[in-house]
């Protein structure tokens, strides 16, 4: 309404830029996730916790890229290097000195044999899962309603479904797929399980069906396509024994994860995975991803054995970028010093909630959280559809866009990313906003 209309008038060329591109790509973004109405802002340029959009309007920046920018934006240090590196050409086609540094500080930071390079969280979990059916000889995958792995038909089953679709709530398998219609092809589908996000006792109902057959578990350690769902801590050290119960692998998806602690999400939950994927914010804002597991499994990789290839794997920019990054930005203390912000953050808004009697509660984990409107604890895929309201959180995310706050990814299943570039001023000019929307949404 009045939101909606203030913001169509700070954003005109915005606009003008999204009605032309609407004509040439979907919907006017060339990534399904950055729909927004009543149109995506078109951004220009950016520097640590700011963004520019093409109005001239300066932002404090929350999404950070969809968390692959814990560094910041533009940081300075990464940025200089990796524009030195670029005077040595943009990519190869060979293996680089770098490439073998990277692969052991990557190794050795988190703890496994050997790594596989690639450019996107999507072909990091592809890898995994082919990885899992060869050591395993099984096919089936059992993967968690709501969680998300990339955009490629494997996984594409359960991401986010409608409950019609979604099946039995304690075995929601979804074939076809939730989608109305046939993206994935039904044999494909077939082969993935979707069970219950922090539910064990049916994910042990559906083992005893499966488990056999299940090739690898696959999971967000913490789900962050619907908000911020960590798994409850013995939820997790009992989906690592009942793995191991069956003989199947324990598969992270740390796209997102790899950027929130120093070891990943074995440190913040004591269990270690079989394979790990990490991508994002590892590579500082450039194409990044690794494949972690032990020399058992990754050796199953080569020449007329397990196929896995790219042209841009181990670029010398990203393998530079992401160096620097995990040698010199994301260090124990950067991360501490994002996770302490992002707690003062946390803390403001639940204060604005108490205040001002909202339906609403706060998650918040390591420099990631979001605010929930609903009292309720959300714990599954179907809390957050069936408990979580879209509307206020809508009327929220402009209210705060107008005056100057991104809080964070603009869809309501984001969450916010506090980068090593935040400060505590941002932090306080944040809440300052938050509590003149607050008013506003109250009065
Ligand atoms: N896995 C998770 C948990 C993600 O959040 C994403 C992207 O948002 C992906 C995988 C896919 O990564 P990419 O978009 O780099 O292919």
């Given at each position: 309404?009045?939101?909606?209309?203030?913001?169509?008038?700070?954003?005109?060329?915005?606009?003008?830029?999204?009605?032309?591109?609407?004509?040439?790509?979907?919907?006017?973004?060339?990534?399904?996730?950055?729909?927004?109405?009543?149109?995506?802002?078109?951004?220009?340029?950016?520097?640590?916790?700011?963004?520019?959009?093409?109005?001239?309007?300066?932002?404090?920046?929350?999404?950070?890229?969809?968390?692959?920018?814990?560094?910041?934006?533009?940081?300075?240090?990464?940025?200089?290097?990796?524009?030195?590196?670029?005077?040595?050409?943009?990519?190869?086609?060979?293996?680089?000195?770098?490439?073998?540094?990277?692969?052991?500080?990557?190794?050795?930071?988190?703890?496994?044999?050997?790594?596989?390079?690639?450019?996107?969280?999507?072909?990091?979990?592809?890898?995994?899962?082919?990885?899992a059916?060869?050591?395993?000889?099984?096919?089936?995958?059992l993967?968690?309603?709501?969680?998300?792995?990339?955009?490629?038909?494997?996984?594409?089953?359960?991401?986010?479904?409608?409950?019609?679709?979604?099946?039995?709530?304690?075995?929601?398998?979804?074939?076809?797929?939730?989608?109305?219609?046939?993206?994935?092809?039904?044999?494909?589908?077939?082969?993935?399980?979707?069970?219950?996000?922090?539910?064990?006792?049916?994910?042990?109902?559906?083992?005893?069906?499966?488990?056999?057959?299940?090739?690898a578990i696959i999971m967000?350690?913490?789900?962050?396509?619907?908000?911020?769902?960590?798994?409850?801590?013995?939820?997790m050290?009992?989906l690592r024994k009942i793995a191991n119960?069956?003989?199947s692998l324990l598969i992270f998806?740390?796209?997102?994860?790899?950027?929130?602690?120093?070891?990943?999400?074995?440190?913040?939950?004591?269990v270690k995975p079989d394979i790990m994927?990490?991508?994002?914010?590892?590579?500082?804002?450039?194409?990044?991803?690794?494949?972690?597991?032990?020399?058992?499994?990754?050796?199953?990789?080569?020449?007329?054995?397990?196929?896995?290839?790219?042209?841009?794997?181990?670029?010398?920019?990203?393998?530079?970028?992401?160096?620097?990054?995990?040698?010199?930005?994301?260090?124990?203390?950067?991360?501490?010093?994002?996770?302490?912000?992002?707690?003062?953050?946390?803390?403001?808004?639940?204060?604005?909630?108490?205040?001002?009697?909202?339906?609403?509660?706060?998650?918040?984990?390591?420099?990631?959280?979001?605010?929930?409107?609903?009292?309720?604890?959300?714990?599954?895929?179907?809390?957050?559809?069936?408990?979580?309201?879209?509307?206020?959180?809508?009327?929220?995310?402009?209210?705060?866009?107008?005056?100057?706050?991104?809080?964070?990814?603009?869809?309501?299943?984001?969450?916010?990313?506090?980068?090593?570039?935040?400060?505590?001023?941002?932090?306080?000019?944040?809440?300052?906003?938050?509590?003149?929307?607050?008013?506003?949404?109250?009065?």
């Amino acid at each position: 309404e009045e939101y909606v209309s203030k913001f169509s008038e700070k954003t005109p060329k915005s606009r003008e830029i999204w009605l032309k591109l609407r004509k040439l790509t979907p919907y006017g973004v060339h990534s399904n996730w950055r729909v927004f109405e009543p149109h995506p802002l078109m951004l220009q340029k950016a520097k640590g916790s700011r963004v520019w959009d093409v109005d001239g309007n300066e932002y404090i920046d929350y999404t950070m890229a969809f968390g692959a920018l814990v560094v910041g934006h533009a940081n300075p240090v990464l940025l200089e290097k990796v524009k030195q590196k670029m005077d040595e050409g943009t990519i190869y086609g060979y293996e680089t000195e770098l490439s073998c540094k990277l692969s052991e500080v990557v190794t050795r930071r988190y703890g496994f044999d050997m790594v596989r390079f690639s450019n996107t969280g999507s072909e990091g979990t592809l890898l995994a899962i082919r990885l899992a059916r060869v050591a395993t000889g099984r096919s089936k995958i059992l993967k968690f309603e709501g969680h998300y792995h990339g955009s490629h038909e494997l996984l594409m089953v359960g991401v986010k479904p409608d409950l019609k679709h979604a099946g039995h709530p304690k075995k929601p398998r979804s074939v076809p797929t939730g989608f109305p219609y046939h993206v994935v092809p039904k044999e494909l589908a077939e082969n993935v399980v979707v069970a219950p996000w922090n539910d064990a006792e049916a994910i042990e109902e559906i083992m005893k069906v499966h488990g056999n057959d299940i090739a690898a578990i696959i999971m967000e350690p913490v789900a962050m396509n619907m908000g911020v769902v960590p798994a409850k801590k013995d939820f997790m050290v009992f989906l690592r024994k009942i793995a191991n119960e069956y003989n199947s692998l324990l598969i992270f998806d740390e796209v997102k994860t790899s950027g929130m602690w120093y070891r990943g999400a074995q440190e913040y939950f004591g269990v270690k995975p079989d394979i790990m994927v990490a991508a994002k914010a590892i590579g500082g804002g450039f194409p990044f991803a690794a494949v972690l597991a032990s020399k058992e499994l990754l050796e199953l990789v080569g020449p007329r054995k397990v196929p896995h290839g790219g042209t841009f794997n181990a670029n010398p920019l990203s393998v530079y970028a992401a160096y620097v990054t995990l040698t010199e930005l994301l260090t124990e203390s950067n991360l501490a010093y994002t996770h302490k912000l992002s707690e003062e953050l946390a803390k403001g808004y639940r204060d604005i909630i108490e205040d001002k009697g909202f339906e609403a509660h706060v998650v918040q984990v390591a420099n990631k959280g979001t605010i929930y409107f609903s009292r309720e604890e959300i714990n599954t895929w179907r809390d957050f559809v069936l408990k979580v309201k879209w509307g206020p959180w809508y009327v929220w995310t402009l209210g705060m866009v107008i005056r100057g706050i991104i809080p964070q990814a603009m869809a309501y299943d984001e969450q916010w990313t506090i980068s090593i570039m935040h400060t505590r001023d941002d932090i306080q000019k944040t809440l300052e906003v938050a509590n003149i929307v607050a008013a506003e949404m109250k009065g």
